[in-house]
């Protein structure tokens, strides 16, 4: 499988014209003109109405209830199923296991699975980026170019007792070496009931306004998944908002909010579906230097480990590869 999805890499890199892309620095990313041009959060929209726009640039996150019906969160739910018992394959899709299950045999299917990852090449679980309901929505944050830009549906378990359910808080724009910040945005939809027992999102409300913080693993006895980063520094004054939410219920959320959830404390698994959008008109930015140098470093080695060392992938190769234009025109994404 990992030869399949190398040979389609190859292919797509012969595509991507290194004339085309500049890198900016990280220093002047945010006052460089992008798509829509406005001091809000929100781009001028018919869509969302004032309270809802105060709302949003006030705490960086909008629920949008019953947004995504059950019909298609049950299509979602069965495709999972198909992929996690090896009916369906997809060779540039990243499937995780929980650390607690990686080394036990005890388990199989989908209760040893906690994430799928990059599903932009599964045209079932990849509709959910193209609904009409989801691009509605995003475009109040993006403008209406908009490129998909990472996409997971996760299933996260039932905690064994080691916390490893957990998910540190954390901030998104962590992962992204494109800017600006304000013109990306996370849809994260609940495919079921999501409360705190079973580990719901949990929000610091009006932490979008903050610099983008380190972040590390964190020294947790039971282990840490892969990619759980989690801030090493963050005002514990500020307080934490749970987003209880129904199947279908969407947020809406800015990069830079610090989020994470709770360990899973019900004998049941709690999935979501979630991508990122970011407007076509954003650009990449270089990292070397800067508190994301790290997770640069972590995601090649991820890539030559599968791909192999003598792979050449930059970091934003790799988010150039699994991006998509999802409506509107292409710009410098």
């Known amino acids: 499988?990992?030869?399949?999805?190398?040979?389609?890499?190859?292919?797509?890199?012969?595509?991507?014209?290194?004339?085309?892309?500049?890198?900016?620095?990280?220093?002047?990313?945010?006052?460089?003109?992008?798509?829509?041009e406005t001091d809000s959060l929100v781009v001028p929209n018919d869509v969302l109405t004032e309270e809802e726009v105060d709302f949003y640039n006030?705490?960086?996150?909008?629920?949008?209830?019953?947004?995504?019906?059950?019909?298609?969160?049950?299509?979602?739910?069965?495709?999972?199923?198909?992929?996690?018992?090896?009916?369906?394959?997809?060779?540039?899709?990243?499937?995780?296991?929980?650390?607690?299950?990686?080394?036990?045999?005890?388990?199989?299917?989908?209760?040893?699975?906690?994430?799928l990852q990059n599903f932009e090449d599964d045209e079932v679980l990849f509709s959910y980026c193209q609904l009409p309901e989801i691009l509605k929505y995003v475009a109040c944050f993006t403008g209406p170019d908009i490129k998909s830009m990472h996409t997971m549906l996760i299933n996260k378990p039932p905690d064994p007792g080691t916390m490893t359910s957990r998910h540190p808080l954390h901030q998104d724009l962590h992962y992204f070496p494109f800017r600006p910040?304000?013109?990306?945005?996370?849809?994260?939809?609940?495919?079921?009931?999501?409360?705190?027992?079973?580990?719901?999102?949990?929000v610091q409300p009006g932490t979008q306004y903050s610099p983008l913080l380190q972040h590390f693993y964190p020294?947790?006895?039971?282990?840490?998944?892969?990619?759980?980063?989690?801030?090493?520094?963050?005002d514990p004054s500020i307080p934490l908002v749970?987003?209880?939410?129904?199947?279908?219920?969407?947020?809406?959320?800015?990069?830079?909010?610090?989020?994470?959830?709770?360990?899973?404390q019900t004998n049941g698994f709690r999935k979501?579906?979630?991508?990122?959008?970011?407007?076509?008109?954003?650009?990449?930015?270089?990292?070397?230097?800067?508190?994301?140098?790290?997770?640069?470093?972590?995601?090649?080695?991820?890539?030559?480990?599968?791909?192999?060392?003598?792979?050449d992938l930059s970091f934003q190769d790799i988010w150039r590869l699994k991006s998509r234009l999802v409506q509107g025109n292409e710009g410098t994404l």
């Open 1 to 36: 499988m990992a030869d399949t999805a190398r040979s389609r890499l190859e292919v797509i890199k012969q595509h991507l014209s290194p004339s085309r892309f500049h890198l900016k620095s990280p220093e002047n990313s945010e006052t460089a003109a992008v798509g829509v």
């Open 58 to 115: 006030k705490n960086g996150y909008l629920v949008v209830r019953n947004l995504v019906p059950q019909e298609l969160l049950d299509k979602y739910l069965h495709r999972f199923q198909q992929i996690c018992n090896g009916e369906v394959r997809v060779p540039s899709m990243t499937v995780m296991k929980d650390v607690t299950f990686v080394k036990s045999n005890r388990l199989s299917g989908e209760k040893t699975i906690n994430k």
């Open 242 to 264: 749970h987003l209880e939410m129904n199947a279908g219920d969407t947020v809406f959320f800015h990069p830079l909010l610090i989020h994470g959830s709770g360990a899973n």
């Open 272 to 311: 979501a579906i979630s991508g990122h959008f970011a407007s076509s008109h954003c650009y990449y930015i270089d990292v070397k230097g800067t508190i994301q140098e790290g997770i640069e470093a972590e995601s090649l080695e991820i890539v030559h480990k599968k791909f192999g060392a003598d792979f």
């Open 181 to 202: 910040a304000k013109r990306i945005v996370c849809s994260w939809t609940a495919m079921e009931r999501v409360h705190r027992r079973n580990g719901c999102l949990i």
């Open 219 to 234: 020294e947790w006895e039971g282990g840490v998944n892969v990619l759980y980063h989690g801030i090493k520094d963050y």
